[in-house]
C-alpha cells in the first residue's frame, strides 16, 4: 500500500508543505515539521494483527511513512528487535523491566531507523548530497544508507566522537570532518559549509525523516505488546530527543485510530553533565537553556541545545512523565552491570536509563507493580 500521507506542518504557525517538496522545518516557529496522514483510511486498511502478519521489517509501515513512492524505499534490514523482560531487582526493584534492544540494528543502533527513512526521502526527492552532524552514531548510520542510496554523504563529527562510529563513517565512504568541541559545534560548521553547495541537511528534528523513521520504535512497541500490555513507563537516553518525539508521534496515532487506549509515560534520561531537557522540566521552562561546558562519557547525550525542545519538553510532559540526571559513575555501572548480569550488550547512553530508572524508583516516580520499559539505543560493543 503506498503511503498515506497528506502533508507536513508546523504545530506552531500550522503553515503546511507538500510531500513532494523538501521539507526542513518551519523556519518562522524554528520547530519540527509534523507528519500528517489519512488516519481514517489508516483504520479502515490496518490493525495491529496484519501489521503483525507483514513480518519484522521497518517498511511493513509503509502506510504511516513518508516515503510516496515504495520503490524509492532504502533498506539495511532494519526491522523489529526483541523486547526481552529483565528480572531486575538492583536497578528495577518491585518493577516488571522490559528491554527494547536496538543495538541489535543495522550499524549498531537505533540511528538506522531515522536514516533509513531519511535518506529514503533523499533518494524521492532526487537529492544527491546530503550532511548531518553527530556524535558517532548518526554519522555512521548516514554514510551506509546513503552509500545504499547511492548518495552522497557527508559527516561532521567531534574530534572526539567514539572512533568506532569514526571507522564507520570511512568504511562506508562517507566524507568525514573532524572539529574541535562539541556536536553543537559541529553542526554550525556544517550549516556554514552547506551553503551554496547543494548539501541537503538532515540534522536531528531539521527535517521530518528522522523522526517519523523513530515513529516505529513506538509503532513497534504496539505491535509487539498489544493493546492491553503496553507499559506504564518507556525511560528513554535523551540526546537530541528524537526518539521521544517520535515514539510521542506514534501513540497520539494509535490513540487516534481507536488502537490504544493508554499511552506510557515517557522520561528523558540524561547525564549530570548535559542535562537541558531534564532541567527545563524541573524548572517549568517552556524550552531548554544551553549547556555551557557539556561533559559526559555517553557521546550520544553530549548535546547542549536540543534543536525544537519545545516539542520535546511538551511530548514529555503531555504523556504525564518527565525526566533524570544520572552521574557518569552510575552511567557506566549500569552499563557493566546489564551485561555481566543479564547478557544484554547496552551502550553507555543506555546505561543512564538504567541507572536513572533506579533514581526514579528511589524518589517514587515509578510505583511498585509497574511495567517500565529501557529503550538500549545501541550496542555496547563498539563504544571508545
Known amino acids: ?65 513518508p516515503i510516496l513512492d515504495p520503490g524509492n524505499q532504502v533498506t539495511l534490514g532494519e526491522g523489529e528487535t526483541p523486547i526481552l523482560p529483565v528480572e531486575e531487582p538492583r536497578y528495577a526493584p518491585g518493577l516488571t523491566l522490559l528491554v527494547k534492544d536496538d543495538g541489535l540494528l543495522p550499524t549498531g543502533s537505533f540511528k538506522a531507523r531515522g536514516m533509513a527513512v531519511a535518506v529514503s526521502r533523499a533518494r524521492e526527492l532526487g537529492i544527491g548530497t546530503v550532511m548531518v552532524p553527530s556524535a558517532g552514531n548518526a554519522g555512521a ?9 547511492s548518495i552522497t554523504a557527508r559527516i561532521y563529527m567531534p574530534r572526539d566522537a567514539p572512533r568506532s562510529a569514526r571507522d564507520q563513517v570511512t568504511a562506508y565512504g562517507g566524507t568525514l570532518r573532524l572539529v574541535e568541541g562539541h556536536i553543537g559545534d559541529a553542526g554550525r560548521i556544517a550549516r556554514e559549509e552547506a551553503k551554496g553547495s547543494g548539501a541537503f541537511d538532515i540534522s536531528t528534528l531539521r527535517e521530518p525523516g528522522r523522526a517519523e523513521g523513530k515513529k516505529t520504535m513506538g509503532l513497534e512497541i504496539a505491535v509487539a505488546l498489544g493493546p492491553g500490555s503496553l507499559p506504564d513507563a518507556i525511560v528513554y537516553p535523551t540526546g537530541g530527543g528524537t526518539g521521544l518525539l517520535g515514539m510521542h508521534h506514534a501513540f497520539q496515532e494509535l490513540t487516534e485510530m481507536g488502537w490504544i487506549e493508554k499511552v506510557p509515560r515517557l522520561y528523558a534520561a540524561q547525564s549530570s553533565g548535559c542535562a ?38 511538551q511530548a514529555v510532559r503531555s504523556t504525564g512523565g ?42 517514587g516516580t515509578l510505583d511498585a507493580g509497574e511495567r517500565v520499559l ?11
Open 1 to 65: 500500500m503506498p503511503s498515506l500521507l497528506r502533508h507536513f506542518e508546523c504545530p506552531g504557525c500550522h503553515r503546511t508543505w507538500s510531500p513532494r517538496e523538501p521539507a526542513t522545518y518551519c523556519t518562522g516557529c524554528e520547530r519540527t515539521l509534523r507528519s500528517v496522514y489519512d488516519l481514517a483510511a489508516a483504520r479502515d486498511r490496518l490493525s495491529l494483527a496484519s501489521l503483525r502478519a507483514r513480518g519484522p521489517s521497518l517498511w511493513r509501515f509503509q502506510e504511516l511513512l
Open 141 to 149: 548510520a548516514l554514510a551506509a544508507y546513503a552509500r545504499r542510496a
Open 374 to 384: 529501557l529503550y538500549n539505543t545501541g550496542t555496547g560493543l563498539v563504544e571508545g
Open 276 to 313: 537541558p531537557v531534564v532541567e527545563a522540566l524541573r524548572k517549568g521552562r517552556s524550552r531548554v537553556e544551553p549547556v555551557a561546558h557539556p561533559e559526559t562519557i555517553a557521546a550520544g547525550l553530549r548535546v547542549p541545545n536540543p534543536f525544537s525542545s519545545e516539542d520535546i519538553l
Open 322 to 363: 518527565g525526566g533524570v540526571a544520572v552521574p557518569d559513575p552510575a552511567i557506566l555501572e549500569a552499563t557493566r552491570w546489564m551485561a555481566s548480569r543479564h547478557g544484554i550488550s547496552i551502550c553507555r547512553e543506555a546505561g543512564c536509563a538504567l541507572a536513572g530508572i533506579r533514581l526514579l524508583r528511589e524518589e
